[in-house]
């Protein structure tokens, strides 16, 4: 029997918001298939991670704060990304620890923010993934596992798992897997040459693990590679664990060209990742 | 050493096109990584331990004055002598005059991070005394005149044929055409050069593992042997410790050996555990005339109670820089200070003053993995955070970063004004983003000046486009 509805608060990410919507669109399918009522509430920007890096208390605290205030009404708050929902679910309290009734908030929020796999598959579970209009036949997909959702969060499982109930996709294992890629938010533009070495590390490993399409749940780590594998002129496609899970998977990748026509500025490039 | 963490950026362009290093580096993070997880997974009450050890740390710092006075009376009583030193300053001028005074030409060394903190090799040889180390890779380096770019493995960072090179080089008592290949061959060469200077030596300086106040005794570990010979052989013996090696029984230093050995190379325990209890007693037949120990606080009871505490739970295993990706292709040198990667980049900016070090707290992506593997626990990212909290701070450094921080929280607390200025944005960038591609950041070099963006409307611009459509 299907659990009885619920309402969920969908916290996009600012990332999402800005540079891939469509894991939006992919995260409210998949969580309307699951049974949820899903909102969106507008008062809702960045989580305030480039603030709480930065060393910036007051900042994350504001963010934090409003994120609060804007979910109050929903059962879950659920993330399409680990290093967010890590934010809201255990900085959040930290952030808010001096103010007693914000901080209690902030405790009573964490418990009911989950990242969108995990959600999923361990507190839904899920049974069925909606209806596929995307691509049909064999795939293997290199699953890329962020850091904040892999050590604070402890998602490993919930994506292969949901993943594996497409027809014919294989997920391939990255080696060593648990490395960090590179993006690190400021990090990347700070000190872009360390960060463009770990990122290339992590793409010939994702190479080597024999996939045509790298999948993953952050999309800073997705951009950050993207940028790294197109401006090497890589074959591998990079997509939002829920673009795939969603089967809104079949119009271009991360970094592709929107439509047909020549990339601006780097046209080789752009033809490699084409071909 | 002279620090020059404030290089970082350009130390680690040039580590990075460094072949050698690279290659010294691949092979040797992923052994000590993989020894490290077969080693814990051998020892299923690894994660008690853990917890035991942080506890007794806890207890130790907190009783910290009490648990110094108890060894120092214990190692008096045994006949030994402790010296307070407040910098580094009072320990180079401490140990000097205790060589003078039994006229010591040679001293013998273990390998020592405190040694390297207050620099004691220069400051002897510029004082007329000879320092000849004894472990094998601080013989290296100083060959090589290099600082330790790991706090296990000082010379981690060379290839075997970089040491043969240098050996060449620097023992031009043996036949150049000699066999240089296999590490036995360097060993062996390096100890027929080493032993000798043990028997001559005056003083033997060591450093210390732990501290243990029941009994006064100074625990050493290594796996070359080298230390009991700087500690046996020569008439003298002084130990060089910090403050928070401190710990009250040999029980509790037992837990944290367990832990330390495992940590940092993988082995139950190391080849070769000292516990070095007063200088030779009336019925021993080796050891030291004269014991002595010099405990150096160099900054670290300023950390006690503070946010920064946690970091003197560090037992200097190593494990965070074997699994650090940063310093895993950046190398310990990068770091330009004697402790590199995440637990460097946490204490050299609270020893050496975070003007000094102000890029190590942002050397790092907080991927979480230094902590992961942390024996002590201790919260190597929220330490850093805090790090970069003081940076924020201060001027002219926090600047920048304040004034970009403070238009984009302008925008990001106000929710209606953000998501229409994130829309107007995006349609002003949607020709240029086509192609699949946004230029982004001009300091961001490779990739980062195509940080893929599609441009077009927001999420939240298309949500509201649906829930308006679906509104009678
Ligand atoms: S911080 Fe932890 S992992 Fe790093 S050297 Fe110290 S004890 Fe070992």
């Known amino acids: 029997m299907a659990p009885p509805r619920i309402s969920v608060g969908l916290f996009v990410t600012c990332l999402v918001d800005l540079a891939r919507p469509k894991v939006g669109l992919a995260a409210v399918r998949l969580l309307e298939a699951a049974g949820c009522d899903v909102v969106v509430p507008r008062a809702q920007t960045c989580c305030g991670q480039p603030a709480h890096n930065a060393g910036d208390r007051n900042g994350a605290a504001q963010l934090a704060r409003q994120t609060i205030a804007a979910f109050e009404d929903v059962d879950y708050v659920v993330v399409p990304s680990g290093s967010c929902a890590a934010m809201l679910r255990r900085h959040y309290p930290e952030i808010l620890a001096a103010d007693a009734s914000w901080s209690r908030r902030a405790k009573a929020f964490g418990g009911k923010v989950f990242e969108l796999t995990a959600f999923l598959a361990d507190v839904r579970d899920l049974a069925d993934l909606p209806e596929r209009p995307g691509p049909k036949g064999p795939r293997r997909i290199a699953y890329h596992d962020s850091c904040a959702g892999l050590r604070e969060l402890g998602i490993r499982n919930a994506p292969r798992r949901l993943l594996e109930k497409i027809p014919d996709l294989g997920v391939a294992e990255i080696a060593e897997g648990e490395v960090c890629c590179g993006f690190g938010g400021a990090f990347c533009v700070k000190f872009p040459e360390i960060s463009e070495r770990l990122a290339a590390d992590k793409c010939r490993a994702a190479e080597k693990a024999g996939a045509t399409e790298l999948a993953g749940g952050d999309l800073g780590c997705l951009l950050h590679l993207a940028g790294k594998l197109r401006a090497e002129g890589s074959n591998l496609r990079v997509r939002h664990v829920a673009e795939i899970l969603a089967g809104l998977d079949d119009g271009p990748a991360i970094g592709e060209p929107v439509t047909g026509e020549p990339v601006t500025g780097e046209p080789d490039a752009g033809e490699k990742a084409r071909g | ?472």
């Open chain 2, 1 to 472: 050493m002279k620090i020059t963490s404030n290089a970082f950026r350009a130390n680690s362009r040039g580590a990075l096109q460094d072949r050698n290093l690279q290659d010294a580096l691949g092979n040797l993070k992923r052994g000590f990584q993989e020894k490290r997880r077969k080693a814990k997974a051998r020892l299923p009450e690894f994660e008690e331990l853990q917890d035991h050890a942080v506890a007794i740390k806890e207890h130790s710092l907190d009783h910290l004055d009490f648990y110094l006075e108890r060894f120092e009376k214990e190692v008096t009583a045994r006949g030994g002598k402790v010296h307070w030193c407040r910098d580094g300053a009072e320990a180079r001028a401490t140990i000097l005059k205790l060589c003078k005074d039994v006229n010591a030409k040679r001293v013998v060394k273990a390998k020592s991070m405190i040694a390297e903190e207050i620099a004691i090799n220069d400051y002897l040889e510029a004082n007329g005394i000879e320092p000849c180390e004894t472990d094998l890779g601080e013989y290296i380096i100083q060959l090589r005149h290099e600082p330790p770019s790991h706090i296990i493995g000082p010379a981690i960072h060379l290839k075997r044929e970089q040491v043969a090179d240098t050996f060449r080089e620097q023992h031009s008592e043996f036949p150049d055409a000699r066999k240089l290949d296999a590490a036995r061959d360097l060993v062996d060469e390096a100890r027929h050069i080493m032993r000798p200077r043990f028997l001559s030596a005056d003083v033997g300086i060591s450093g210390a593992n732990l501290l243990v106040a029941e009994t006064g005794s100074v625990v050493l570990l290594s796996n070359e042997g080298n230390i009991d010979l700087s500690r046996a052989l020569p008439k003298t013996h002084i130990v060089v410790a910090s403050i928070e090696k401190i710990v009250p029984t040999l029980s509790d230093a037992n837990v944290i050996l367990r832990l330390l050995s495992r940590s940092a190379t993988g082995q139950e325990a190391a080849a070769y555990m000292s516990f070095l209890t007063g200088p030779r007693g009336a019925d021993e037949t080796d050891g030291p005339e004269a014991f002595h120990v010099l405990l150096l606080d160099n900054g670290r009871s300023d950390l006690l109670k503070g946010e920064f505490e946690r970091i003197l739970h560090c037992i200097r295993c190593g494990a965070c820089l074997n699994h650090c990706p940063v310093y895993g292709v950046t190398g310990g040198h990068a770091y330009g200070a004697v402790y590199t990667g995440p637990m460097g980049a946490v204490l050299t900016p609270l020893l050496e003053g975070l003007e000094h070090a102000a890029p190590l707290p942002e050397a790092s992506t907080f991927c979480g993995r230094c902590e992961e593997v942390c024996p002590m626990r201790i919260p190597l990212v929220g330490l850093l955070r805090n790090l970069r909290v003081r940076l924020l701070k201060k001027k002219p450094d926090g600047l920048a970063t304040r004034r970009r921080l403070g238009v984009w929280l302008f925008f990001a607390t106000r929710p209606s004004l953000y998501h229409g200025v994130a829309r107007l944005l995006l349609r002003l960038a949607a020709p240029f983003g086509r192609g699949g591609a946004l230029s982004v950041g001009p300091r961001a070099g490779g990739w980062g000046r195509r940080f893929p963006v599609q441009g077009g409307p927001t999420f939240q611009e298309m949500w509201r486009q649906r829930e308006k459509a679906k509104r009678p």
